[in-house]
């Protein structure tokens, strides 16, 4: 499948009438070319292309790089400008949402005969949309993550810190075969569950509390996303009110999906229960974001949003509430879109877990 990423990359050379395009970001390198090293730079023109690493790399790239010619430097903004003097290019597209402005400062100084365009929503735009190839591999990381957080759940007792369950759970992904975890986890128990992005603490889990566990795994370069939300014994009514609300929020949000559909729409399919029931201004986020290379990419899914949903698209729906004092929940789980719905690639039901 990579093999046909370069050729998509130039169409955009010709949609900018642009001489060459110039890629920083290194998921969009490892998207397009299959390279899995730390430090590359790649430059195509409408009919070559050229793949820049240091000798940490050069053997590597030599074997991973597809679609373009491996050229080592010592220097990276040296040989950059080399190539791009040579090419005799006047109009080159680039990141610049992936270019520090001292990278570009020098770059400009050291081209003044070339201007640079911003081709950001053109390389989002190619991997926004997922090939067979990388559906498997989601699908697989999504299970591994999938299979561990029930591993874990099951030895969760009061006592355990949120801290221990977070290496847990990152150790039972480990042994199913992940490469490392997405992101830092979230592991939010009690009133902490208000906090969204409540990272794994050293406070101690409590009998009947609700506990929020936002975790993912990465697998052959591409990350997974799902949050589920336990309760450490028998739930109360409050409990109860908040996990159904937010639950169904998501099979609103869920059971709407369809190529077509505006993710602003989609987002108030979920945001518009919650509000129905008492909770709107505890929930503040966005529905949901794009996963693939990135835990966090392109499409994203709130009220700001200027996006149509499309077949093949891969995304999260996280509805979630969170109140203050009290706690809260978050729902989440990863999708891919097909003809006319959508189906959950993560496998953790989603209904309340009582433990």
């Known amino acids: 499948m990579i093999g046909n990423r370069i050729p998509a990359a130039r169409e955009c050379l010709k949609r900018l009438d642009a001489d060459l395009l110039l890629v920083l970001n290194l998921s969009n390198i490892r998207y397009l070319t299959g390279f899995t090293g730390s430090e590359a730079l790649l430059v195509l023109s409408p009919e070559d292309g050229w793949f820049f690493t240091d000798s940490r790399y050069t053997s590597q790239a030599g074997a991973e790089v597809t ?37 570009y400062q020098e770059l400009c100084a050291k081209t003044p005969q070339i201007e640079y365009l911003p081709a950001d929503s053109e390389l989002t735009a190619l991997r926004t949309v997922k090939d067979a190839g990388e559906l498997e591999i989601l699908e697989r990381v999504a299970a591994i993550a999938s299979e561990s957080l029930l591993d874990t759940v099951a030895r969760l007792k009061p006592g355990m810190t949120e801290s221990e369950v977070a290496w847990m759970l990152e150790v039972a992904m480990r042994e199913r075969g992940a490469e490392g975890k997405s992101f830092d ?50 739930p109360d009514a409050k409990q109860r009110e908040v996990y159904e609300t937010v639950l169904a929020a998501q099979r609103a949000a869920l059971d709407a999906v369809h190529p077509g559909l505006s993710f602003r729409d989609l987002d108030s399919k979920a945001r518009d229960h919650i509000a129905g029931k008492g909770y709107g201004e505890y929930f503040g986020h966005g529905l949901g974001h794009g996963v693939g290379i990135d835990i966090h990419e392109h499409p994203t899914a709130s009220p700001r949003s200027k996006h149509v949903i499309q077949e093949g698209m891969v995304f ?12 809260g929940v978050r729902i989440e789980d990863t999708v891919v879109v097909e003809q006319n719905c959508c189906r959950p690639i993560t496998r953790v039901p989603k209904g309340l877990m009582i433990l």
């Open 67 to 103: 679609g373009a010619k491996v050229i080592e430097f010592s220097n990276r903004m040296d040989a950059l400008v080399e190539r791009l003097q040579q090419s005799g290019a006047t109009r080159v597209a680039f990141e610049a949402g992936s270019t520090t402005v001292a990278f």
């Open 185 to 234: 986890f979230i592991v939010a128990s009690g009133e902490r569950g208000a906090l969204p992005h409540g990272r794994a603490s050293e406070k101690k889990l409590v009998a009947g509390e609700l506990v929020t566990i936002d975790y993912g795994a990465i697998y052959r370069g591409y990350c997974s996303d799902e949050t589920v939300t336990v309760c450490l014994g028998r």
């Open 316 to 327: 999260t729906i996280e509805p979630g509430i969170y109140i203050p004092g009290w706690g």
